[in-house]
């Protein structure tokens, strides 16, 4: 299936009707919002292809003050996740895309896009393997809270978490993780949304 928010190749420079309807699309966001963050955007990368640290500094301003300490920790996972085709920048629509779970205000909307970060591959399921990735990044962000629950979780490491997770949530026994079944555990199991959340 690959990416579903970006085309291979495009670093979309010109903000063109098309793109605007696109973005206005997968982010719900207003034109004036993207207009904003487009300028805000090419006024860091001028070639519009955006470093980790150019992200920091980008996406410092959405985080909660109690989380801003944290920003170093949240971007190498969002920027991680993001970067799809693993190139080591992020282009404007991807940028876009990490802003809207910043925003995000609705529980479902926010599983929904935990699970297209976690999602590294675009299939719609999600693999120990990918879990153990996420969770590796999360790691340090994690050990940083302190949380009891999370640190039980994490104890062994990001691959037996990850194991247990998808013994968990893997209703219909596939070895994966379906888009439903992550968005039914982030709406009903506290400790999932704990260990997802950043």
Request: charged share 30%; net charge negative; hydrophobic share 35%.
């Amino acid at each position: 299936m690959g990416n579903l928010f970006r085309k291979q190749g495009v670093l979309y420079k010109t903000l063109t009707d098309e793109l605007l309807a696109h973005c206005r699309t997968i982010t719900n966001f207003t034109d004036q919002d993207i207009h904003d963050e487009y300028t805000k955007f090419f006024s860091v990368t001028d070639d519009g292809r955006l470093k980790k640290s150019q992200m920091e500094t980008l996406l410092g301003e959405y985080l909660p003050p109690t989380k801003k300490k944290h920003s170093k920790y949240l971007t190498d996972c969002v920027f991680s996740a993001i970067d799809t085709n693993n190139d080591g920048y992020i282009d404007f629509l991807e940028y876009l895309m990490s802003i809207k779970f910043f925003q995000s205000e609705s529980p479902i909307e926010k599983a929904d896009f935990v699970f297209r970060i976690i999602d590294k591959n675009g299939d719609r399921h999600v693999t120990q393997k990918e879990l153990a990735r996420i969770l590796k990044c999360l790691q340090d962000y994690h050990r940083s809270l302190s949380s009891v629950y999370v640190q039980d979780v994490l104890n062994e490491g990001p691959k037996p978490a990850a194991t247990a997770i998808v013994e968990k949530l893997d209703e219909d026994k596939s070895g994966v993780i379906n888009v439903s079944e992550f968005v039914d555990a982030w709406l009903k199991d506290e400790s999932i949304r704990a260990l997802f959340t950043f």
